[in-house]
Every structure is written in C-alpha cells, then in structure tokens.
T-cell receptor, first 114, second 112 residues
Framework: GENVEQHPSTLSVQEGDSAVIKCTYS??????FPWYKQELGKRPQLIIDIRSNVGEKKDQRIAVTLNKTAKHFSLHITETQPEDSAVYFCAARKSGGSNYKLTFGKGTLLTVNP | NAGVTQTPKFQVLKTGQSMTLQCAQDMNHEYMSWYRQDPGMGLRLIHY???????DQGEVPNGYNVSRSTTEDFPLRLLSAAPSQTSVYFC???????????FGQGTRLTVV
C-alpha cells in the first residue's frame, strides 16, 4: 500500500519567516495530494490540495509543489503568523481501481513565535 | 448544513465493554471513513465505505466493526474495548475520490 513520510515532525519559526514541510510518497500511481491543518483540540481541515497533473498551486500565503519524478510534495507558508501554529498533515491517494483510501503522514507541529 | 456530526464527544469505557461511536453526514457524500489519531502516529484509517452497503478495512481494523445501511450514517463499533483503543477518533466524509474530506469534531475515548 501507499506509505507517506512527513518531515520535520516539529518546526519552530519566527513570525514573518517562511515554513516548509516536506512529504514523500511510495506509490508512483498516487494522483491526489491534500494538506490538512489541525488546530489544538479541533478537527483537521483542508487548506490546499494538488493533483498530479499540476506542479504547483498557490492560495495567498500557502503554496504546494509536487515533484512526481522524485515522489515528493511540499507545503510552503510565507509570512507566517501566530495563527498558523497548528499540526499540518499531508496525505496521498492512489489512483485507479477501487482504491479510495487517503494515506496520511504523521504530522508536523508548526509553532510560530511572535 | 451540519456537515459531519460525531457523538459522543468524550467517552470513558472499562476494559471489555462495547460501544458504538456515531457518525452522520448531511452532504450526501459517497465516501465515509473512520480514523484514529494517536500522538506521533498521524491519522490511521480504521475502516471506510464507498457507499451504502459497502465497507472495507483500512490500516488498523482489528477490534472494530462498521456498517453502512444508509448514505448518511457510518457507525463504528468497539466489540470489547481494550486500553490500546484509547485514542481520538475522527469520522470523515467526501464526495469523490479526489475531493476534500470533511471531518467530524472527534470523539476522545479512554479505556481504563
């Protein structure tokens, strides 16, 4: 099955700096890569996603890049703010057949220091 | 719309007890899943369903049963609770294979 590795497990930055979280996946057939943000005590919520036919996607201060050859994708947050502090999860979904499962990474705890 | 609703929010069980975690969605989503979240382990898939009457096992299915008699409901049953099942459980639903997953608010379960 699919395996998703996420790094780093914790990341601390100063307000205004950029943050980058990286994920690698094992199955080259994966075609959908979402990122979820989970604030303390809350449910995970989608912040951005990318499909395998696209190399980069941006939404204001958040961007995701995908390198299919290397089988990795990254989340980039620019101009970080204290409210960006949360756990971030990447995920991958394998295409084809009856495979409907999303496989998640283990999460990155991002702390933005004022 | 309420989205995905899970009940209860908190539960304490004794070892060996059984219980059902409820999950309901009002978005007419085909796909529903149950995850457990443990520190440092991310979100691990327990069971999932691609439609009424169809369920399948995920990564960590042992000790749990599910059924999907309607599109809206996807209950998770713990047959005989064990301390290893202490966790936060999330139900999620999504419309299609590559669309956003909406999560419930979670159930914090403690087995003593």
């Amino acid at each position: 099955g699919e395996n998703v590795e996420q790094h780093p497990s914790t990341l601390s930055v100063q307000e205004g700096d950029s943050a980058v979280i990286k994920c690698t996946y094992s199955d080259s057939a994966s075609n959908y890569f979402p990122w979820y943000k989970q604030e303390l005590g809350k449910r995970p919520q989608l912040i951005i996603d990318i499909r395998s036919n696209v190399g980069e996607k941006k939404d204001q201060r958040i961007a995701v890049t995908l390198n299919k050859t290397a089988k990795h994708f990254s989340l980039h947050i620019t101009e970080t703010q204290p409210e960006d502090s949360a756990v971030y999860f990447c995920a991958a979904r394998k295409s084809g057949g009856s495979n409907y499962k999303l496989t998640f990474g283990k999460g990155t705890l991002l702390t933005v220091n004022p | 719309n309420a989205g995905v609703t899970q009940t209860p929010k908190f539960q304490v069980l004794k070892t060996g007890q059984s219980m059902t975690l409820q999950c309901a969605q009002d978005m007419n989503h085909e796909y529903m899943s149950w995850y457990r979240q443990d520190p440092g382990m991310g979100l691990r898939l327990i069971h999932y369903s691609v439609g009424a009457g169809i369920t399948d096992q995920g990564e960590v299915p042992n000790g749990y049963n599910v059924s999907r008699s309607t599109t809206e409901d996807f209950p998770l049953r713990l047959l005989s609770a064990a301390p290893s099942q202490t966790s936060v459980y999330f139900c999620a639903s999504r419309r299609g294979q590559t669309t956003e997953a909406f999560f419930g608010q979670g159930t914090r379960l403690t087995v003593v």
